[in-house]
């Protein structure tokens, strides 16, 4: 494994600079969990190689929720400080998708294999729901969902809303019903899904109340969050959303 565990000192964070401990601490669990070897760069970051080379391997994706790369970060979550609430950032299934594509050959397979991405992307929201619902499960108070290569600008609109946005939704529909914990989208996600129809925002005023305790409180039960970015230190409002 390229990444070290931290130390049960490291499982804490300084209320000054921050509030929740954040997991996992790079950005390429997911796509070591499909199998991409990672490398450190230069830069001292770690990063995914592609993967998926071939598009008769959009076939092959593998269930992320049992390697040993998420049961990393699971346990990591158990071992954490006492009191200290926990955050888990998770990438959509599209953008864990590009994470072992190259650019250029995924944006091509979404023209000339378009059933293959689908089935690939199938696999990945429900590897992507056992991870994140297991975590919920070990203590996890937040799961941040972002789709960073997601952008219609890129893609275009339509394939925007077929290959990203599509799986965005049905990771929130395979999400809902868990005991407890809060799915924050991030506002570019979330925004776009209201576009779409696919999810409907309920508005509540904070009054002033810092935004970390505002999602401490809703994940006494489950909640859907969205519109603000996840690291907002205050917002005059909070914004639930449902499924439609």
């Not at 972002?146 to 600008?153: G, L, M, S, T, V």
């Not at 939704?169 to 868990?178: E, H, N, S």
């Not at 305790?213 to 970015?229: D, K, M, N, P």
Request: aromatic letters at 6%; glycine letters at 6%.
């Amino acid at each position: 494994m390229i990444f070290m565990t931290p130390n049960a000192d490291a499982l804490c964070v300084d209320r000054e600079t921050g509030y929740f401990l954040e997991l996992p601490s790079g950005f390429v669990t997911e796509a070591m969990a499909l199998g991409a070897p990672a490398v450190l760069s230069e830069s001292g970051i770690v990063l995914a190689e592609p993967l998926l080379v071939r598009p008769e391997s959009l076939l092959e994706i593998n269930d992320i929720s049992l390697h040993p790369a998420v049961k990393e970060v699971l346990e990591l979550i158990e071992k954490r400080s006492p009191g200290q609430e926990v955050m888990l950032n998770v990438q959509a299934p599209y953008s864990v998708l590009c994470t072992v594509t190259e650019q250029d050959t995924l944006h091509s397979w979404l023209v000339r294999y378009k059933s293959m991405v689908h089935e690939a992307l199938c696999a990945i929201t429900r590897g992507l729901a056992g991870y994140i619902r297991e975590a919920l499960q070990r203590g996890a108070h937040v799961v941040s969902i972002a789709d960073p290569y997601a952008c219609p600008e890129i893609i275009g609109a339509s394939r925007h809303r077929e290959f990203a946005a599509e799986y965005e939704y049905r990771l929130l529909r395979l999400l809902a019903g868990a005991p407890c914990g809060v799915v924050h989208l991030c506002p570019r996600c979330s925004l776009m899904l209201e576009k779409y129809g696919r999810i409907a925002a309920r508005c509540e005023n904070l009054g002033g109340k810092p935004y970390h305790e505002a999602l401490l409180e809703a994940a006494s039960e489950f909640a859907i969050v969205g519109h603000r970015c996840i690291h907002s230190q205050s917002a005059e409002k909070f914004y639930r959303l449902e499924i439609v």
